[in-house]
């Protein structure tokens, strides 16, 4: 028998009944054997019949909405209203990718017709489009339980395009993932689909996560979590004799910019917003305003008493996990232990038998950021932030140039401020996947023109999006046709274009059929 | 001083004079500093100035066109009419990404419209397009000195969207590349351009291309040449602190199977396109037809005769180097040390001291290649091929699943044969980038529809291809907008639409302004 595993009522720490295997390395065989076998008919079904499925998946979640709550909450004390939320957008996710695909342009069809008689050589017909790469293996993450977890974007984006998946469930929530990975095999059958489209393993070891990577009917890889977690599945899967694209999502500072005049005029109400994003979900967000950065003056001053103020009324909250608490609780005390860093305020009465964090706010200045930038610029996951004093743009743009790639940046700024600071403006653009404008990183809207990604070490490839639309680009390549007669096309390349997709004809983008 | 090489007359074997320096690692850094310093303006430059740079590249190296074909020819043997051509294409490849720059749809732009009543929480308004990577690392390639080289498409593909590049020349034809170099440099100073947007450094040592790919600096890196050396390159960079992507086109065996009523039908015609495939320009390309696979009898026994005279007659080339040459040689001894391989035919004649290759055809049965597939599933770069017997479309089968990812698969069959042969041809579409159907493998269609790529090891991203209008998604990244007000947003995001380009405004494609 495998090592078994249990899960923890996260407020408590009680253990809850049932137990969980350590997924063997036959069992990751088999799913993932299943998984290609699965692929030969997945990948030839119509869109309809996979829009069908995401959409039962959806009504399925939906029909059990409380009972996964009540789960989920147990596991990960999200709580609500936030976890009615996220169980909502990863419903709205599956079914917003149903759509595309019954829409069907996302296949990216391109059509150049033949020249017979072009001297000095005929030109073939050339058609092309996006099919599935093959199995995808997901990593759930631990503080999306539903979004970025069994049912999450990774899931239903590669079951929209054709491609089999084969999760592996986060340890801290695996009663929720049992739950949403049945009623996905449900949608299956219901669906007619055969059951290697979709497989759960459980894992805690480190073996586990390396044995779906290494495996070599694995196409690709999405992961959600930490640097070195996503690291080290890179690693494994750049030196296999075959490498696949792992693509990580692993967070990142998200620095906010607070301008001079908007600091001026807008101190208090930044303050409250900065400070609701700071410890929103108990700050274990991704895009979590790790860094602000500010010119010193009494505006600052006002702005630390503001948002010190309610940092230190924040009620203490347990942390997804014990792993997650201990890891915060070690990166503040890093932080603290810098000299010329002062905690501007710090929430009392955690319990730490409960795993709760204190939302904890730090000051110092640029100078000690570039004396510590190993410490510093290194993302602590939780509602912790770290102000730090500029002497003006120049500061901020050094700043900016040293960075590591992030998933956002956000900016405060009057109109003046925002054309007085365009330098800054254009470096940041160079450093992240999305750029907010009087706004707060946390919070995304979930749209085809959400970009949740950006250079490393937030993602593996900045190319990609784990969330948004755009996201099943990581599950496709290009197929191209040359010369393929009308009856072996796909669909979707035919002359009459059944299907009413946009295409590009000759260079031109239209829904026609190509005229003959 | 640091080393020093020369280059050789790939037909004769004679030193020519002048001489190139290994590139030091001072001037890799310095190379990439100074791309670093060229992309803070070059990726604001307008559309225009960017194709017009482009154009100047085209027009520039057609001012010269025979002083550089005469010279190409010297130092790659490849001869007329493949150098006029490879050069008009190479310069119909610029003005192919200046016109894709003028008409602007290449970013993808996306606008999702605020709505700022919505409940629970008011959307927000989100903007999305591609912008540059950063400095691009470019190792040209020795069979294409104009079209995959200082001017390629790799190039011209990361110049049009606003990314520096620093390019390896192939030591091959380093005469070439310097007066190429010189045309592009001339090009950029000629458009306003600072200096830094391209360089060009010398190398014969595995160290320029490691330094090259190591370097901070380097955003992303396109490869086209063997396995060995491409993986060389991915290791380097998959190993980086921060990794960066490698896109390397490692070339293949690209199977042509001979469907049999095709091959009673059409065999002596089929023999005749297929060795013109094969011994095109010497058989050094990426797509050349390294394996047929065909059912046994007289028909493939008459195949086998047609095109074994036609291999016999190729008159003996020089290959474009020693190195190759050698590969060649080594590749072609062990393919004939196998046992159960005969040498149907093999071209006499060759000059050894010429780097000369002789084209030759191996014919074995499908059995003998699965009891040495490491053998022969190898590419030989060079003008030889294995014809496989088969037993019927199950031993095809098997071939295909078991083969490695091909940039290409062809097929020759009648209607009917295509019909019967669906299963091999479903399989076929998850191993390869390009379908061809009553074709040759060789000669691409440089267009929008084009897909040069395909599963590892063709590539090492089947997302992307090399050559084709999409060749420039190896060089952007999304860059998404929040709430960005107008004045701040690049032209293509903002409401008038002043370019005219195509976007997805609200999910709808549209070349529409956004209504206000």
């Known amino acids: 028998?495998?090592?078994?595993?249990?899960?923890?009522?996260?407020?408590?720490?009680?253990?809850?009944?049932?137990?969980?295997?350590?997924?063997?390395?036959?069992?990751?065989?088999?799913?993932?054997?299943?998984?290609?076998?699965?692929?030969?008919?997945?990948?030839?079904?119509?869109?309809?019949?996979?829009?069908?499925?995401?959409?039962?998946?959806?009504?399925?979640?939906?029909?059990?909405?409380?009972?996964?709550?009540?789960?989920?909450?147990?596991?990960?004390?999200?709580?609500?209203?936030?976890?009615?939320?996220?169980?909502?957008?990863?419903?709205?996710?599956?079914?917003?990718?149903?759509?595309?695909?019954?829409?069907?342009?996302?296949?990216?069809?391109?059509?150049?017709?033949?020249?017979?008689?072009?001297?000095?050589?005929?030109?073939?017909?050339?058609?092309?489009?996006?099919?599935?790469?093959?199995?995808?293996v997901v990593f759930g993450a631990s503080n999306f339980p539903f979004a970025i977890s069994v049912i999450g974007s990774d899931t239903v984006a590669a079951l929209a395009v054709g491609c089999p998946v084969v999760v592996k469930a986060h340890p801290a929530h695996p009663h929720t993932c049992e739950r949403l990975a049945a009623i996905v095999k449900d949608a299956a059958r219901e669906s007619g689909l055969p059951d290697g489209v979709f497989t759960m393993v459980h894992g805690r070891s480190h073996e586990v996560g390396t044995a779906l990577v290494a495996h070599p009917a694995t196409e690709a890889v999405a992961f959600t979590g930490s640097l070195r977690g996503g690291r080290a599945l890179f690693d494994v899967a750049s030196k296999r004799e075959r490498p696949v694209p792992v693509y990580a999502e692993m967070g990142s500072l998200n620095p906010v910019f607070l301008l001079p005049r908007a600091l001026v005029a807008r101190g208090e109400q930044i303050a409250e917003g900065f400070v609701a994003s700071l410890t929103l979900g108990t700050g274990q967000f991704c895009t979590n305003p790790a860094m602000v950065l500010a010119p010193h003056g009494a505006s600052l001053d006002f702005f630390l008493s503001e948002a010190g103020r309610r940092v230190a009324a924040v009620a203490p909250?347990?942390?997804?996990?014990?792993?997650?608490?201990?890891?915060?609780?070690?990166?503040?005390?890093?932080?603290?232990?810098?000299?010329?860093?002062?905690?501007?305020?710090?929430?009392?009465?955690?319990?730490?038998?409960?795993?709760?964090?204190?939302?904890?706010?730090?000051?110092?200045?640029?100078?000690?950021?570039f004396k510590h930038p190993e410490v510093l610029r290194e993302e602590v996951f939780g509602p912790s932030s770290v102000v730090l004093r500029c002497t003006g743009q120049a500061d901020m743009i050094r700043f900016a140039e040293s960075m590591d790639g992030s998933l956002s940046a956000t900016l405060h700024g009057t109109p003046e401020d925002l054309a007085e600071f365009s330098e800054l403006i254009e470096v940041l653009q160079t450093k992240v996947g999305r750029l907010v404008i009087n706004g707060y990183p946390t919070g995304l809207e979930v749209c085809p023109s959400l970009h949740h990604g950006g250079p490393y070490p937030a993602t593996t490839h900045s190319h990609f999006t784990s969330i948004g639309l755009s996201a099943f680009l990581r599950f496709v390549r290009p197929l191209c046709f040359q010369d393929v007669p009308e009856m072996l096309l796909p669909e979707e390349l035919r002359d009459s274009n059944p299907r009413g997709i946009w295409r590009l004809v000759n260079g031109v983008r239209t829904q026609s059929a190509v005229a003959s």
């Open 1 to 136: 028998m495998s090592p078994t595993f249990q899960s923890q009522n996260a407020r408590t720490g009680e253990i809850l009944p049932g137990e969980f295997h350590e997924a063997t390395p036959h069992q990751i065989d088999a799913a993932l054997r299943a998984a290609v076998d699965a692929f030969r008919t997945f990948r030839q079904t119509s869109a309809d019949k996979r829009a069908q499925f995401l959409e039962r998946i959806a009504a399925g979640v939906e029909a059990v909405a409380e009972d996964l709550i009540e789960l989920a909450d147990q596991e990960t004390a999200l709580g609500r209203p936030r976890l009615p939320g996220e169980l909502a957008r990863a419903c709205n996710g599956a079914r917003m990718f149903a759509a595309m695909v019954r829409e069907g342009s996302w296949v990216d069809a391109r059509i150049d017709t033949a020249l017979p008689d072009r001297k000095p050589a005929p030109k073939p017909d050339i058609r092309l489009m996006h099919r599935p790469v093959g199995p995808v």
């Open 317 to 369: 909250a347990s942390m997804l996990h014990r792993g997650i608490h201990q890891a915060y609780e070690q990166g503040v005390n890093r932080i603290q232990a810098l000299q010329d860093v002062l905690v501007t305020a710090r929430a009392a009465g955690a319990d730490q038998s409960k795993c709760q964090a204190s939302a904890v706010l730090f000051e110092t200045d640029s100078e000690t950021y």
